[in-house]
């Protein structure tokens, strides 16, 4: 029985994919890049227009001279020598570090007031309340205030605050005082009070979001490796809600140092602030010394937002 031979099994050349030219791939990037510039090329419009175009009307015009008739555009620095007036000489402290250091005293008070009550609030609702729809619900209370405007909120209190206020005759009808408390209204008392009414959202919202971030496994395992609540609270919780408390202490701080309304309303006018200052003198048309305050004011804040950047890395965290 003759055999033949098989013809040898020769492999079969690999189908290679069809090459894209390379002009073919420039066209898509470029096309890819003009589709992402017109995505943010509205909003990069509304940040030019009522961000960067007022910003640099203010920072030109605190350069500008003016008097009791008229705004003369022309450079000066007279405005800044103005603001910091004494007080790089020796003595007392001069007008505008004490305006500043009256500021930042309410900035501090608000800030330590609404981050515990912020903390607090969004402890609660992240880990206590089980069901999405109740942190709906008590987010809706949260925002509640916001349904009527920052003044009369503010004028709400003083019916509880005044001389004759129901705080006062509550107190005076238990036998606890005999003569009101002069100093529930038009105080330092009001205005931080006023302030973390009004500010206090603002701190529970972001606190709130990186807490539901947090991996509920994380505090599992410290509970079984022998960690108590308080333990858990503060080496787990609150390092993975830094982001959260940063972003927060940004808005409160921000809010704080630029409010001129609540100073002047729960402060009786009594009461100076940086935001104040330059609401006083924007009323007598002073506008240059009011850009060049305003300037020295955004300086501040510039610097209280990179400190807080400096401590917690936000890109890395968020």
């Known amino acids: 029985m003759s055999t033949t031979s098989e013809p040898a099994l020769t492999s079969l050349p690999e189908v290679a994919a069809p090459a894209v030219p390379a002009a073919g791939l420039r066209t898509a990037e470029r096309r890819q890049r003009r589709l992402a510039y017109l995505q943010v090329g509205p909003l990069a419009l509304v940040f030019l ?11 030109v015009v605190s350069f500008w001279e ?13 405005n800044y ?11 007392d ?11 930042l005293k309410f900035c501090l008070l608000g800030w330590a007031f609404t981050l515990v009550i912020g903390f607090t609030v969004a402890y609660f609702v992240a880990f206590h309340v089980r069901s999405s729809t109740m942190q709906t619900v008590l987010f809706l ?4 205030p916001f349904w009527t405007s920052n003044v009369i909120r503010m004028i709400a209190w003083m019916p509880l605050l005044g001389r004759n206020g129901l705080v006062n005759d509550g107190l005076m009808s238990l036998g606890l005082i005999r003569t009101p408390i002069e100093g529930l209204l038009y105080s330092d008392f009001s205005v931080v009070l006023a302030f973390v009414h009004l500010n206090t959202v603002f701190m529970i919202v972001p606190i709130f979001n990186s807490m539901m971030r947090i991996d509920r496994s994380l505090i599992e395992a410290a509970t079984d490796a022998g960690a108590t609540p308080w333990q858990t609270l503060w080496n787990v919780i609150v390092p993975l809600a830094k982001p959260g408390i940063a972003i927060g202490s940004i808005f409160v701080l921000t809010l704080i140092m630029g409010d001129f309304v609540t100073v002047g309303v729960m402060g009786g006018q009594q009461i100076a ?6 609401q006083v003198q924007m009323a007598y048309l002073q506008f240059p010394a009011a850009a060049a305050n305003a300037v020295v004011l955004l300086g501040a804040v510039l610097l209280v937002i990179v400190a807080l950047t400096r401590l917690i890395d936000l890109r890395r965290e968020l």
């Open 141 to 144: 209370i949260c925002t509640i």
């Open 273 to 278: 602030s940086v935001g104040k200052v330059i």
């Open 93 to 103: 402290l001069c007008t505008t570090f004490r305006t500043y250091l009256s500021t």
């Open 81 to 91: 020598a103005d603001v910091f007036e004494g007080c790089l000489s020796g003595g």
């Open 49 to 59: 227009v009522f961000f960067v175009v007022p910003l640099v009307l203010t920072l």
């Open 66 to 78: 003016y008097n009791e008739y008229e705004i003369i555009p022309s450079f000066t620095l007279q």
